[in-house]
Nanobody, 118 residues
Framework: QVQLVESWGGLVQPGGSLRPSCSASGFTFHYYVIKWYRQAPGKGREGVAGDTKDGGVKNYTESEKGRFTNSRDNSKNTVYLQMNSLKDEDTAVYYC???????????WGQGTEVTVYS
């Protein structure tokens, strides 16, 4: 079974850093683009970082620009979301998503919670 498991979210103070991970199994990891999304309380899910496999690491909004970096370790079937200079508005559940070439070839993880508090 295809599975994506996010972990290493948690509580962090504003200005701090966190590095959630997304571990994959059940598919050929390096064939897939792995992206990060988040969903804040009361808001919709939004993309936050792309994948180096998909034209390089990307930030999808100005809010994450220069702060969030998605990196890939194919040997471990894992991607990491390095988040620096965290803000209160970064509080959300963070999800990874694997994307193959077909529209139906998409898989979501269950998410990991990130809470930024002062």
């Amino acid at each position: 079974q295809v599975q994506l498991v996010e972990s290493w979210g948690g509580l962090v103070q504003p200005g701090g850093s966190l590095r959630p991970s997304c571990s994959a199994s059940g598919f050929t990891f390096h064939y897939y683009v792995i992206k990060w999304y988040r969903q804040a309380p009361g808001k919709g899910r939004e993309g936050v970082a792309g994948d180096t496999k998909d034209g390089g690491v990307k930030n999808y909004t100005e809010s994450e620009k220069g702060r969030f970096t998605n990196s890939r370790d194919n040997s471990k079937n894992t991607v990491y979301l390095q988040m620096n200079s965290l803000k209160d508005e970064d509080t959300a559940v963070y999800y990874c998503k694997a994307e193959g070439t077909g529209v139906s070839d998409r898989y979501w993880g269950q998410g990991t919670e990130v809470t930024v508090y002062s």
